[in-house]
C-alpha cells in the first residue's frame, strides 16, 4: 500500500525558503498535489503534477514563488517555496492521484486516494 512521507518543513523568516518533498516507494504511476490547511481555515490546493513532466498546476497566491517537480527516478516529489510570507503557514500535505491522465493533474483534494501525514510550515519573525 502506497505511504506517501512529507519532509522539509519548518520555521523560516519572512522572505525565507523551504523545499518539501514527498517521498514513496513508488510515485511514477501517480498525478501528485501539494495541499495546505492553516488552522481555522478550509484546507487549500497548493499546487500539483503531472505523471509525467510538464504539465503543473499553481494557486495563485504561490504563482512565481513556489515550483513544483519531480524526480521519478528518486520516487520524490519537491515543492520549493521561495519568499515565503506567514500567511504561507500551515501544515502542507501531498497526495496521490492514480486516476489521473499522462499530462493532466486535478486541484480538487477528493480526486486524490493517498495522502501523507503533513509537515508543518510557520514563516514567522
Known amino acids: 500500500q502506497l505511504q506517501l512521507v512529507e519532509s522539509g518543513g519548518g520555521l523560516v523568516q519572512p522572505g525565507g525558503s523551504l523545499r518539501l518533498s514527498c517521498a514513496a516507494s513508488?510515485?511514477?504511476?501517480?498525478?501528485i498535489g501539494w495541499f495546505r490547511q492553516a488552522p481555522g481555515k478550509e484546507r487549500e490546493a497548493v499546487s500539483c503534477?503531472?505523471?509525467?513532466?510538464?504539465?503543473?498546476v499553481y494557486v495563485d497566491s504561490v504563482k512565481g514563488r513556489f515550483t513544483i517537480s519531480r524526480d521519478n527516478g528518486k520516487n520524490t516529489v519537491y515543492l520549493q517555496m521561495n519568499s515565503l510570507k506567514p500567511e504561507d503557514t500551515a501544515v502542507y500535505y501531498c497526495?496521490?492521484?492514480?486516476?489521473?491522465?499522462?499530462?493532466?493533474?486535478?486541484?480538487?483534494?477528493?480526486?486524490?486516494?493517498?495522502w501523507g501525514q503533513g509537515t508543518q510550515v510557520t514563516v514567522s519573525s
Open positions: 497526495a496521490a492521484d492514480r486516476t489521473a491522465s499522462l499530462f493532466m493533474c486535478s486541484m480538487t483534494s477528493r480526486t486524490y486516494e493517498k
Open positions: 503534477i503531472s505523471r509525467r513532466v510538464g504539465s503543473t
Open positions: 513508488t510515485l511514477s504511476s501517480y498525478a
